[in-house]
């Protein structure tokens, strides 16, 4: 069991402020297509992702879907592992989810702060069918 990396999200209807902040600071944008790219005036802001070493940082604005707070992802090798030592030490993750290619937990601490673990989704090779 071994974390990989974190990420850190903050949902805010200042995101298009705060990514500006972060641009600023001379931080790398991802490429997100029109919808979130700085340089497309007629588009509304609708988020940005901003790579940090081995993790990243991610910016959305609020919404019914999204509402706001702020985020902590833990990027572990093996969610499964995770969760099941997680409980074991008196945890209660909810899920998994499996999403953008990742195994995803939930958990809150009791501070309210989000807090997900995910791994990769491993790829199983496929079998040649006999014939």
Same mark, same amino acid.
């Given at each position: #069991? %071994?974390? /990989?990396?974190?990420?850190?999200?903050?949902? @805010?209807? %200042?995101?298009?402020? *705060?990514?500006?902040? *972060?641009?600023? *600071? =001379? *931080?790398?944008?991802?490429? #997100?297509? %029109?919808?979130?790219?700085?340089?497309?005036?007629?588009?509304? +802001?609708? =988020?940005?992702? +901003?790579?940090?070493? @081995?993790? !990243?940082?991610?910016? !959305?604005? %609020?919404?019914?879907? /999204?509402?706001?707070? $702020?985020? /902590?992802?833990?990027?572990?090798?093996? &969610?499964?592992? +995770?969760?099941?030592?997680?409980?074991?030490?008196?945890?209660?993750?909810?899920?998994?989810?499996? &999403?953008?290619?990742?195994? $995803?937990? +939930?958990?809150?601490?009791?501070? =309210?702060?989000? $807090?997900?673990?995910?791994?990769?989704?491993? @790829?199983?090779?496929?079998?040649?069918?006999? @014939?």
């Amino acid at each position: #069991m %071994e974390v /990989l990396g974190i990420r850190f999200c903050s949902v @805010t209807p %200042e995101a298009a402020s *705060l990514a500006s902040v *972060l641009d600023s *600071l =001379g *931080l790398p944008r991802r490429e #997100m297509g %029109e919808a979130g790219n700085p340089a497309s005036e007629s588009a509304s +802001f609708s =988020g940005a992702v +901003f790579p940090a070493g @081995t993790g !990243w940082i991610e910016v !959305w604005p %609020e919404g019914p879907e /999204l509402p706001a707070g $702020i985020l /902590l992802q833990i990027v572990v090798d093996d &969610a499964i592992a +995770f969760a099941a030592h997680a409980k074991k030490n008196g945890l209660d993750p909810q899920g998994p989810v499996d &999403a953008h290619g990742e195994r $995803i937990y +939930f958990l809150q601490a009791p501070s =309210g702060l989000p $807090i997900t673990f995910q791994s990769a989704l491993k @790829t199983e090779p496929v079998e040649a069918e006999a @014939t």
